[in-house]
């Protein structure tokens, strides 16, 4: 069983700022992929983006490249969303995901190739 507890969540205007951090605990296997979904209040769960732990291999969601920034501490399976630029649409609930289980990239932002979720973080960004 593995857990999963986010932080970093939070109220902030457009425009602004904010880090998320995710910190997993394993108790059997090995973590091989981390990611960050989201979903918007009455939408459905979307990747942001991933990252293969080993290589620091990432994927993007395409609308987030160039505001966001994924990265990780192997060593402490932690895992770290930067964003910026936040705008309105950017409010949702963000969640940390992990897989123990290699994929091809194609399916790094695809939930269902995750076996691991957090609770999930609220960022919501006011104009």
């Known amino acids: 069983q593995r857990q999963l507890v986010e932080s970093g969540g939070g109220s902030v205007q457009a425009g602004g700022s904010l880090r998320l951090s995710c910190e997993a605990s394993t108790y059997s296997g090995r973590i091989v992929r981390m990611a960050w979904f989201r979903q918007p209040p009455g939408k459905e769960r979307e990747g942001v983006a991933a990252i293969y732990m080993d290589t620091g291999y990432t994927r993007y969601a395409d609308s987030l490249k160039g505001r966001f920034a994924i990265s990780r501490d192997s060593a402490k399976n932690a895992l770290y969303l930067q964003m910026n630029g936040l705008t309105i649409e950017d409010t949702a609930m963000y969640y940390c995901?992990?897989?123990?289980?290699?994929?091809?990239?194609?399916?790094?932002?695809?939930?269902?190739?995750?076996?691991?979720w957090g609770q999930g973080t609220q960022v919501t960004v006011s104009s």
């Open positions: 995901a992990a897989a123990s289980t290699p994929r091809p990239p194609s399916a790094y932002l695809a939930p269902m190739s995750y076996d691991s």
